[in-house]
């Protein structure tokens, strides 16, 4: 059955990307430094959904490309380290949010790309019934 596209849908998500749009140029710095982490974080979700696509083992292929983020993730932190305080996001968006994009994509990429390759030598080569 093919998948076919809704108004209803098309509305909802339009909706969605106004709120974000309106929440992004409100100034408040809470809401700026929400944004700025979610999407530092998208091109991470972005590798796991491409691995995940090709997998048999969808569910363990996701888990530990979740993994891998979070390991990047606490690598970046580890690496930007205790600095100064920034007087808005926008400050620490090169020293801090840059990092974290890179580090967590590497990670899901290194975890599960490895998974994967697992999965794909496993279905190549299945176990042997004799042994």
């Known amino acids: 059955m093919p998948r076919t596209f809704s108004l209803a849908r098309l509305m909802l998500a339009v909706t969605l990307v106004c709120i974000l749009c309106g929440l992004a140029v409100s100034k408040n710095e809470k809401t700026?430094?929400?944004f700025l982490t979610v999407a530092s974080l998208t091109?991470?979700?972005?590798?796991?959904?491409?691995?995940?696509?090709?997998?048999r083992r969808r569910k363990t292929v996701l888990v530990v490309t979740?993994?891998?983020v979070?390991?990047?993730?606490?690598?970046a932190g580890l690496s930007v380290g205790g600095?100064?305080?920034?007087?808005?996001?926008w400050e620490a968006?090169?020293?801090v949010f840059v990092p974290i994009a890179i580090n967590s994509t590497i990670g899901a990429l290194l975890f599960g790309g490895i998974t994967l390759a697992g999965?794909?030598?496993?279905?190549r080569f299945p176990p042997d019934p004799r042994s």
């Open 83 to 89: 600095g100064g305080a920034f007087n808005s996001p």
């Open 32 to 34: 700026l430094a929400y």
């Open 70 to 75: 979070v390991a990047g993730f606490v690598c």
């Open 119 to 123: 999965d794909l030598l496993d279905s």
């Open 66 to 68: 979740f993994i891998g």
């Open 43 to 55: 091109p991470a979700a972005i590798v796991a959904l491409t691995l995940v696509s090709f997998s």
């Open 93 to 95: 968006v090169g020293s």
